[in-house]
């Protein structure tokens, strides 16, 4: 079910006409959000509930099992860890390492065709598996650690685990703050309320105006890269999906933060304008925050951090990049992209480059456009459907080719009037940050009003072509 469909307006209603009721008790707040998510989870494919199910069951009986049985923790939590990285590779990997497997014994001159012999469910990848697979994880791994203890009320876990504002995309909410807020009827103030509408109105625009109108040029780049070879012409395509990315995504964030204000629940920010970065690191403080500091405290921290030596640094630091690229999907080219992070995060530390520019006059401006810079090649991985085609982009996007170049703006104006728009929009925030003065004069109702009344008007007259959300496929 897709947040910007009427069949979710519909859910929409029907779900917060009975929400103020069924809050105001435990057992029946937690099962309106558990049948509810699952409507709205099993509106793509009723199947998928049983994955999800699969997945709550292994944590929830494994968390209260570490409870009882604490001299048996470390067997119940890799029970958890197997369970719930076994139920991903089945779905999610199968795939790749049957595809994997037939192109190695392929090399030694045999024939073997193992993908086709796979289930064909083991083919088909779960809306959000990686999601609710991972915020499960952290619940067990919690209790292990004895940072939280395991609810004993199945309604209760699956209240926090399928909650529909972040079911299919986040943000990973973790146990410790959401089964505390799930136990109390939280009453929703009228500044909440506003906020909350305020977050989706604004999530709505990020996505339906500004992602939804940067996909057709990017998805027709994408499906012929041979249509125009012109660096100028790849350097804005890159640019345009950059955006595209960052909105689409930080738009569904908003939109289920919002959500959860109407419901009386807080989740933590997702993004924090992540193209205001000075630095890769500052980068990746600021972009997918609830994954990020998944993988450094489940990851990166277990391994040894930065704590030890400076080499031991570097390889845990690699590791985790990998690791996040894997997580996107079983393909070369999501590893390289880790991997390219992983590079340009090497370099970054071993020549300690922002810390010199940053020292010289403008030397933060000079410091945006080469993180800037690193992002968007490091994004060609990301988007392109394979390595092949990663690699004659990247040499159409560093070669002198011109030829075309004087059609672009003509042909595709459309695109860039609304790149405009998004680097506009976020040029807006850095403007507001940096002018207290501003700041202030913008932090009022008839601001909030006028704004969202704009924001409102364009989501309806200047929508792009309905798409699904880029991150429900992983």
């Known amino acids: 079910m897709l947040f910007n469909s009427l069949v979710f307006f519909v859910f929409f209603v029907v779900f917060f006409s009975v929400w103020p009721l069924a809050k105001r008790k435990d057992k029946s707040r937690w099962w309106c959000i558990v049948i509810f998510s699952f409507i709205f989870y099993g509106w793509w494919d009723w199947r998928f509930l049983f994955l999800i199910l699969f997945s709550g069951l292994i944590d929830y009986f494994t968390g209260l099992a570490m409870h009882s049985q604490p001299e048996r923790k470390k067997q119940w939590l890799f029970a958890s860890i197997i369970g719930n990285v076994g139920g991903l590779a089945v779905f999610k990997y199968s795939g790749f390492v049957a595809e994997s497997l037939d192109g190695i014994i392929a090399f030694f001159g045999f024939h073997t065709d193992i993908i086709a012999h796979l289930p064909e469910f083991s083919l088909i990848v779960p809306v959000g598996i990686s999601f609710y ?50 136990d109390h009827d939280r009453k929703v ?102 994954l990020s500091t998944w993988f450094r405290d489940y990851v990166y921290i277990p391994l040894g951090g930065g704590r030890s030596s400076k080499w031991k640094w570097y390889r845990n630091m690699w590791i985790t990049m990998l690791v ?43 410091a945006f456009v080469f993180v800037m810079f690193q992002v968007i090649v490091a994004w060609v991985f990301f988007r392109a459907e394979n390595v092949e085609q990663a690699s004659v982009i990247l040499s159409s996007m560093f070669s002198l080719n011109t030829v075309g170049n004087d059609f672009i703006f003509e042909e595709y104006f459309n695109t860039i009037v609304f790149l405009a728009l998004a680097v506009g929009v976020e040029c807006w925030y850095f403007i507001k940050r940096k002018k207290p003065a501003l700041r202030f004069l913008t932090r009022n109702v008839l601001y909030d009003c006028i704004t969202m009344a704009v924001l409102i008007t364009l989501c309806i007259y200047f929508r792009g072509p309905a798409s699904e959300f880029i991150y429900f496929q992983f």
């Open 133 to 182: 697979t991972f915020q499960s994880m952290s619940y067990t791994i919690d209790v292990y650690r004895n940072k939280l203890t395991p609810t004993r009320n199945i309604a209760h876990f699956f209240a926090f685990l399928a909650m529909f504002p972040q079911l299919v995309a986040g943000p990973i909410v973790r146990a410790k703050d959401l089964l505390f807020q799930l």
């Open 189 to 290: 103030s009228a500044s909440q309320l506003w906020f909350g509408l305020r977050l989706m109105v604004y999530g709505f625009f990020q996505k339906m105006v500004i992602a939804d109108n940067l996909a057709p040029l990017v998805n027709k780049a994408f499906w012929n890269i041979n249509t125009q070879p012109s660096a100028l012409f790849w350097w804005l395509i890159m640019l345009a999906f950059s955006f595209q990315i960052y909105f689409d995504f930080a738009g569904y964030s908003s939109i289920a933060r919002g959500l959860a204000k109407l419901m009386g629940f807080r989740f933590r920010s997702n993004f924090n304008h992540p193209y205001h970065a000075v630095s890769l690191k500052d980068f990746w403080s600021r972009w997918h925050i609830s």
């Open 324 to 366: 996040s690229g894997l997580w996107h999907g079983p393909a070369g080219h999501f590893i390289l992209w880790g991997g390219v992070h992983a590079a340009f995060l090497s370099f970054e530390r071993y020549t300690r480059w922002p810390k010199l520019l940053h020292s010289f006059k403008f030397g933060k401006a000079f």
